[in-house]
C-alpha cells in the first residue's frame, strides 16, 4: 500500500488542522493505520491509530481530547483532526500502516510509511 500525507501547514496556537493520509493499492481495511510525530532529534512519537475494529483505537496522552482520528474505508483515507493546537505540537507528521495488525499491539508493527508532512504551531 502507498500513503500520501496532506493538510499540514502553519497555525497559531489554539487553533486547528485536519490532515489526511490517503492509501492506493490494497483494502485499507486489512490495515491499521497510524499516525506518528518526530522532531529533529528527538524519537519518533505514536500520536493516534485506527483499525476496522471500533474498540481498537489509540490516542497518546498528549492530544487526548484534542485529536480525533477517523477513517473512511471507501475513499482509502485517514484524517486526523487536530484541535487546540498547542507549540509542541509542532512535528513532521508520518502516516504509516501495519497490514492485519491491531492498535493495541505494542511496540507497533509498521510496514508502509508515508512521507511525512510539516505541522507548525506557532505560539
Known amino acids: 500500500v502507498q500513503l500520501v500525507e496532506s493538510g499540514g501547514g502553519l497555525v497559531q496556537a489554539g487553533g486547528s488542522l485536519r490532515l489526511s493520509c490517503a492509501a492506493s493499492g490494497d483494502p485499507l481495511e486489512d490495515y491499521v493505520i497510524l499516525w506518528f510525530r518526530q522532531v529533529p532529534g528527538k524519537q519518533r512519537e505514536g500520536v493516534s491509530c485506527?483499525?476496522?475494529?471500533?474498540?481498537?483505537?489509540f490516542y497518546a496522552d498528549s492530544v487526548k481530547g484534542r485529536f480525533a482520528i477517523s477513517s473512511d474505508y471507501a475513499k482509502k483515507t485517514v484524517s486526523l483532526q487536530m484541535n487546540s493546537l498547542k507549540p509542541e505540537d509542532t512535528a513532521v507528521y508520518y502516516c504509516a500502516a501495519g497490514y492485519r495488525r491491531l492498535c493495541s499491539q505494542r511496540p507497533p508493527v509498521v510496514d508502509y510509511w508515508g512521507q511525512g508532512t510539516q505541522v507548525t504551531v506557532s505560539s
Open positions: 485506527i483499525s476496522r475494529y471500533d474498540d481498537d483505537l
